[in-house]
């Protein structure tokens, strides 16, 4: 069964890096599909961040393109997601998933809340 | 970029019929995936690829889509259908695909 989880830290603060790490057990993320995030702000709905090819090939939101990067570890079994200055806005459970295209997400991890604040 | 619209809110009484839609550009030439989203858990996919049903979803959520809608249709709703849903396209009008979610449905149930 393959399993997503979600870790890091649950505050960070203002104008400073958000940075996660889901890490995959069940599935080998060198063995193909994308790996992504999502986020949903509270009491909001879902929104893309970006995902990852299991080559390493990168697509990004337009919205967030400019302040996040997603990075794949193979070794590990793992791919991290970096974002940067962060806002009160960007308060959000944060999600990871695997998909492909034009597929549904098919695996989620639980989430985790981050909360930007000083 | 590509929109998907859905209403906030959708009600039903126990037993009756649900129907949630979601709107967009000739959404009826993409493949539409439906998500259940209950407080404080992860989504769940509970109908892929229009009118597909993954393996343990019952047979009561069905799909359809055509033109510009797409709807999700839960029948003999159950106190335990009570959730967010949120309907899912790819959107590959640029030089890669991105991820679209519609803003999501409440259904609450009666």
């Known amino acids: 069964q393959v399993q997503l989880q979600e870790s890091g830290p649950g505050l960070v603060k203002p104008s400073e890096t958000l940075s996660l790490t889901c890490a995959v057990s069940g599935y080998s993320i060198s063995s193909g599909y994308y790996w992504g995030w999502i986020r949903q702000p509270p009491g909001k709905g879902l929104e893309w961040i970006g995902s990852?090819?299991?080559?390493?090939?990168?697509y990004y939101n337009p919205s967030l393109k400019s302040r996040v990067t997603i990075s794949v570890d193979t070794s590990k079994n793992q791919f991290s997601l970096k974002l940067s200055s962060v806002t009160a806005a960007d308060t959000a459970v944060y999600y990871c998933a695997r998909h492909n295209v034009p597929d549904p997400l098919d695996y989620w991890g639980q989430g985790t809340l981050v909360t930007v604040s000083s | 970029s590509y929109v998907l619209t859905q209403p906030p809110s959708v009600s039903v009484a126990p037993g009756q019929t649900a129907r949630i839609t979601c709107g967009g550009n000739?959404?009826?030439?993409?493949?539409v995936h439906w998500y259940q989203q209950k407080p404080g858990q992860a989504p769940v996919l509970v109908v892929y690829d229009d009118s597909d049903r993954p393996s343990g979803i019952p047979e009561r959520f069905s799909g359809s889509n055509s033109g510009n809608t797409a709807t999700l249709t839960i029948s003999r709703v159950e106190a335990g259908d009570e959730a967010d849903y949120y309907c899912?396209?790819?959107?590959?009008?640029?030089?890669?695909?991105?991820?679209?979610f519609g803003g999501g449905t409440k259904l609450t149930v009666l």
């Open positions: 990852i090819y299991h080559s390493g090939s990168t």
């Open positions: 000739n959404i009826g030439s993409k493949s």
């Open positions: 899912q396209v790819w959107d590959s009008s640029s030089d890669h695909p991105d991820v679209v």
